[in-house]
C-alpha cells in the first residue's frame, strides 16, 4: 500500500494532507525520513508521523453514543458545554462522525478512523441519515410529505430527495443523504412545520436501538465492516 493511503487509513489525515506531512518530512518509515508517498508499506515496518506511531485500521475503534440535549458534537466547545468525545472514556483520542445540532439527540459515531469517517460523512457516499422528527401544526398534509419527499429549496440550494413517512400524527421519520447545518429543522421549517424534537435513530445501516440517552457503546467488527461498505457501495455506482 502507498505510504499515503497507509496514513489515511490509520485516521491521520486525509490522503492529500498526508502527502504534505510526507513531503514536509514529518513521515519516518522504521525510523528513515520517507518523503515519497508512493514508497509502498505493508505495515511490517514501524510508521511514524512526527514521531508518533501509526497504528493500522484494524486497531481502530468505533464507539456508538445516544447524544442527549445540551452535549455539542464537535471535540471540544469554546463556551465549555459538554461534548460527546467527554462522554466516552478511552484511551486514545477520538472523534466525532459529523455533527449532531445541540438540541438534537441520538446516534453519533465516535472513531479515531479518519479514512471511516470522512467516508461516512463525505457527500459523494451518500451514506443515509434516519431522523424522527416531532413537528409541530401535525399532523403534516399529504402534500407538505411529498415537498420534503422530492426536495425543498433552502437558503444554500435544494435539498435532494428524501425517503419521509408519517408515524402517526405530527411525527416524521426522515431519511436523508446530505449532513447540511440543520437540514431536517429547516426542511420541517420550510413546508410549515417547524421541529420541536429530533432524534437521529441511525446511521448508515447501524441503528440507535435500545442505548440509553448519554450511554455508549462500543460496536462490533461486524458493525464496522456494515460501516466501510455503507462508505463503498454508493462511491461505486456514484460516477
Ligand atoms: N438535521 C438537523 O436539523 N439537525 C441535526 O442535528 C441533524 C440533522
Known sequence: MR????????????RRAAEGQIADGRVTVAGEIVRDPARGVDGSEPVAVDGRPVALPAD????AVNKPAGVVSTARDTHGRPTVVGLVPADRRLYPVGRLDADTT???????DGELAN???HPRYGVPRTYRAKVLGG?????????????????????????VRQLR???????????????VRRMCEAV??????????????????RLKLGAHRLLEADEVDALRAAGVSRARTAR
Open 3 to 14: 505510504l499515503a493511503k497507509f496514513l489515511a487509513n490509520g485516521g491521520v489525515a486525509s
Open 60 to 63: 481502530r475503534v468505533v464507539y
Open 106 to 112: 441520538g446516534l453519533i459515531l465516535l472513531t479515531d
Open 119 to 121: 467516508r461516512l460523512t
Open 139 to 163: 399532523p403534516v398534509p399529504e402534500a407538505a410529505l411529498h415537498a420534503l419527499r422530492r426536495g425543498v429549496e433552502l437558503d444554500d440550494g435544494p435539498t435532494a430527495p428524501a425517503q
Open 169 to 183: 400524527p405530527g411525527v416524521l421519520e426522515i431519511i436523508i443523504r446530505e449532513g447540511r447545518k440543520r437540514q
Open 192 to 209: 410549515g412545520h417547524p421541529v420541536s424534537a429530533l432524534e437521529r435513530i441511525a446511521f448508515g445501516p447501524l441503528r440507535l436501538g
